[in-house]
């Protein structure tokens, strides 16, 4: 993983085989590292579905100074969720250490 906090993900990328490839090949990190999606295809569908196959957030590729924030936000808002869920996993691992015996008092 190394200093890598986040990745952006360009689904039109020339060596792929299509949007979903794209992702797929990739994935298999999206528990280690958030993934964002950018693309220039505007496919709702799409996006719901790699959101729901693990993609952090979906953006739109239009480049413009206000999009520069917004994909500042994102990546900021992603890195939190991200700390987030990674302490409440933390927590449910430790809770359920404590109901299956793995603490004494």
């Given at each position: 993983?190394?200093?890598?906090?986040?990745?952006?993900?360009?689904?039109?990328?020339p060596?792929?085989?299509?949007?979903?490839?794209?992702?797929?090949?990739?994935k298999k990190?999206?528990?280690?590292?958030?993934?964002?999606i950018?693309?220039?295809?505007?496919?709702?569908?799409l996006?719901?579905?790699l959101?729901?196959?693990?993609?952090?957030?979906?953006?739109q590729?239009?480049?413009s100074?206000?999009?520069?924030?917004?994909?500042?936000?994102?990546?900021?808002?992603?890195l939190?969720?991200y700390?987030?869920?990674?302490?409440?996993?933390?927590?449910?691992?430790?809770l359920m250490?404590?109901?299956?015996g793995?603490?004494?008092?």
């Amino acid at each position: 993983r190394g200093d890598t906090d986040v990745v952006l993900l360009d689904l039109g990328l020339p060596d792929s085989n299509g949007p979903k490839d794209s992702f797929d090949h990739i994935k298999k990190y999206a528990d280690k590292i958030p993934i964002i999606i950018m693309t220039n295809r505007c496919d709702h569908e799409l996006a719901k579905t790699l959101v729901h196959d693990g993609a952090a957030d979906y953006l739109q590729k239009e480049i413009s100074i206000e999009t520069v924030d917004q994909i500042q936000n994102t990546i900021d808002f992603c890195l939190e969720r991200y700390a987030i869920n990674k302490g409440l996993k933390s927590d449910h691992a430790t809770l359920m250490n404590y109901v299956n015996g793995g603490y004494s008092c």
